[in-house]
């Protein structure tokens, strides 16, 4: 399962891995997004725009293609 596939009525994860290019998966790290942390589903612009993400205290917008590679269990 991947942060895309978070809804409001399953909206927590925990972050598993990083998966994808590795330019990504750095820029991911440098947002805060390592294994073992809580990531919770806070909503989605319109027309399927970037998701709203809170990790901890802080939230943040993801487009689809970089939330595909935060697989959670």
Do not use: W, Y
Not at 42 to 50: E, I, N
């Amino acid at each position: 399962m991947t942060v895309c596939q978070l809804t409001f009525q399953n909206p927590k994860g925990i972050i598993h891995a990083l998966k994808g290019p590795e330019e990504l998966v750095a820029r991911l790290h440098e947002l805060g997004l390592h294994p073992g942390l809580e990531v919770t589903f806070k909503g989605r612009a319109p027309f399927s725009g970037p998701l709203l993400l809170q990790l901890e205290t802080t939230l943040f917008a993801l487009r689809e293609d970089e939330a595909a590679c935060v697989e959670i269990i």
